[in-house]
Each structure stands twice: as structure tokens, then as C-alpha cells.
């Protein structure tokens, strides 16, 4: 008999999540498959197949339904590793890809070692539906953006033109300008304008109560220009915990804002960021760079280093810099919230002058 680790488990699972049925593969500490069948992806199936059973090493994707099933098989009594898929699989497309041998792959890789799974933690359930909030909060706004859009460009497509006023005043002010021949068609549409800024600004209110009830940090975040209650709000949500992080450089590349590295050999080329992490977290940095590097952006540190990124030419110059000062942004909020000290926006230009 072949000598077995004592660190592999007796079984190792390998669980593809489907949004009806879901693949098992089971396999010994040998390496031989136990079993190979499919499963119910609801809770009383899940809940049957893997209760009253010794305890396993279940590995699985992250996606849609892990954040539920995850916690229901470890209070079942399993090791349950939620892995990575764009760092076991990679971003390139297999030859082959099926439910079976996904399931299969999984359960050799937990079995194999742990860390090839680059396994990843969900946030608690009430992280989650507060962060679904802004996610909510976000998609009206989108909607409102792609309705103006729309009537404005059905009103200048008539000889027309509504002029320039912010999101809140549009539906208000586009009547007088909207062609009697358009009004059965553009009406409704203002009628909905109005509705999402009313959901907006209830949006906007329960986030202030958040904050202000569990969540003050995001107040102290929003000393950064740039830095609204939104911004403040969603990066304490995905980031949940700061001690994750031993340094507050790492924050950068937990929202893939830092480039990605694919050196091999002698060759090490320059590569565009690597976009891991939430986008949503990643765009709101990206936005408040674009506020501290434009017009009304006031003089700090931040904005020094932009500008001094921006000039050194070259035609993605102020793209790199927008990105470069989120990064910054992203490390300064960081570190603000482990310290609890005051936000000083000219900290390192009076240290240079010192």
C-alpha cells in the first residue's frame, strides 16, 4: 500500500456549480475516483447528498451560488475550499471544458495542494446586501444615464435640442423643449426620469444612514477629494477587513489596479492592469482620480503625482495617471482607516521641503 500524507483528506470533492444541477466527483486519498454523479443545486439536495457523512475537503468555483452553498456544506461539517477560476483555469479558452471534467480538476487540485486553488473568502451575508444597496443604487443611475441619453438624442434627431442641466433638473426642463410630433413618445420617458431620481435620493438616504450607524469609518474616508459617501461607503464594504492586508500596498492590487506581470525568460513586458477584484470598487477609484486630476481637483499630493505621471508624454500618459493616482487613492484610504489619523493632503510635499 502506498504510503498517504496525513495532511490529504480521505475524500476530496470536487463540486462544479450549475444553476440547476451540479457535478460531483469524489476521490480517494489514492487518487482513485470514488464516484462521479450529478446533484440538485437547491438546498434540501445539496443538504442530503453531503449530511450525515464524514467530514470532506469540498472544492468548488467561486460564482453566483457559492456565497450560500459554501456556508451550508461547512455547517454540514466539511472543509470547503471556494476557488479562484481565473487563477486555476487562467483567462485562456481549454480545449475541452465540461461539467465533468471541471468537477474532476477541482477535486485533484484541493486534493493535490490547497494554494493552486488561490482560494478566496465571501464576505459576511450582511456585507453582501449591503453592498447589493450601492450595486442598486448604481444600476438606476445607469438606467437614468441611458433614458436621457436616449431623449436627447430622439429630440435632436428632430431639428430639436434640450439644453445642457444636470441629471436631477432634466425631466423638468426637457418638456419645453421636446417637439409636439415626439411628446406620446418622449412623455413616459420623462415620467421615468422622475421616478429614478425619486429612487436615487431614497438610495442616498439609506447609505447615509449606514454610514452613520454602522459603518462611521466611510465618514473619516471621504477626507480625500474626491472621496464622496458612495466611494467611502463601497470600499469599506469590499475590503470588509482591513487586517486582511499586511501592508496597505497590497489594497492596489486587490482591486486590480496594478499591472499584470508575465515575465518569462529574459522578456518582462509592460502590461495593462490586471482588473482583478470587484470593477465596481475599481471604477469609483478610478472616478475620484478623475475629479482630483480635473478642473476642480484642489493641490494635494495626489495631485502632484498625477501630473507629474501626465507629463511625461506619450499617448496613454493621462490614462496612466488617472490610474496610477486610484491606485494611490486606493493605499492612502487604506492606510487612513488602520491608523485612524488625520488626512493631511500635503504630507509628503512639506516632508520634501523639510
Not at 450549475?18 to 460531483?24: E, Y
Request: net charge positive; proline share 7%; with cysteine.
Amino acid at each position: 500500500m502506498s504510503h498517504v500524507p496525513l495532511h490529504v483528506p480521505a475524500i476530496t470533492i470536487g463540486l462544479d456549480l450549475g444553476d440547476r444541477t451540479s457535478r460531483v466527483y469524489e476521490l480517494s486519498a489514492e487518487g482513485r475516483c470514488l464516484r462521479d454523479t450529478t446533484v440538485a443545486s437547491t438546498h434540501a439536495a445539496l443538504t442530503a447528498y453531503f449530511g450525515g457523512r464524514v467530514p470532506c475537503r469540498v472544492v468548488l468555483e467561486v460564482g453566483t451560488h457559492s456565497p450560500w452553498i459554501a456556508p451550508l456544506l461547512a455547517a454540514l461539517g466539511h472543509e470547503v475550499l471556494v476557488a479562484n477560476p481565473s487563477e486555476v483555469f487562467g483567462g485562456r479558452r481549454r480545449k475541452k471544458k465540461t461539467d465533468a471534467v471541471d468537477a474532476a480538476f477541482l477535486a485533484r487540485q484541493g486534493r493535490a495542494d490547497p494554494q493552486l486553488l488561490a482560494p478566496v473568502r465571501h464576505r459576511r451575508p450582511e456585507t453582501r446586501e449591503h453592498l447589493a444597496l450601492l450595486k442598486a443604487r448604481d444600476q438606476v443611475v445607469k438606467l437614468r444615464t441611458d433614458t436621457i441619453n436616449h431623449v436627447r438624442g430622439t429630440v435632436k434627431a428632430a431639428g430639436a435640442r434640450v439644453p445642457a442641466c444636470s441629471a436631477e433638473a432634466f425631466a423638468t426642463r426637457a418638456p419645453a423643449h421636446v417637439p409636439a410630433a415626439l411628446e406620446p413618445a418622449i412623455t413616459p420617458l420623462l415620467t421615468l426620469i422622475t421616478q429614478f431620481t425619486t429612487q436615487i435620493r431614497a438610495y442616498d438616504r439609506q447609505l447615509q444612514q449606514l454610514i452613520a450607524t454602522r459603518y462611521p469609518v466611510a465618514a473619516r474616508l471621504q477626507q480625500p477629494a474626491g472621496v464622496g459617501p458612495l466611494t467611502a461607503l463601497a470600499f469599506v464594504l469590499l475590503v470588509e477587513d482591513p487586517a486582511r492586508f499586511r501592508r496597505s500596498r497590497a489594497v492596489g492590487a486587490y482591486f486590480g489596479l496594478v499591472p499584470r506581470v508575465d515575465q518569462s525568460s529574459g522578456a518582462d513586458p509592460q502590461c495593462r492592469i490586471a482588473k482583478a477584484g470587484d470593477a465596481f470598487g475599481r471604477r469609483l477609484l478610478v472616478h475620484a482620480a478623475h475629479y482630483i486630476l480635473g478642473p476642480f481637483g484642489p493641490a494635494c499630493d495626489l495631485r502632484r503625482y498625477g501630473e507629474q505621471l501626465a507629463v511625461r508624454g506619450g499617448k496613454n500618459a493621462k490614462k496612466r495617471a488617472v490610474v496610477a493616482v486610484a491606485r494611490k487613492l486606493a493605499v492612502l484610504l487604506h492606510h487612513l482607516w488602520v491608523t485612524d489619523t488625520p488626512y493631511d493632503p500635503d504630507y509628503h510635499q512639506r516632508a520634501a521641503a523639510a
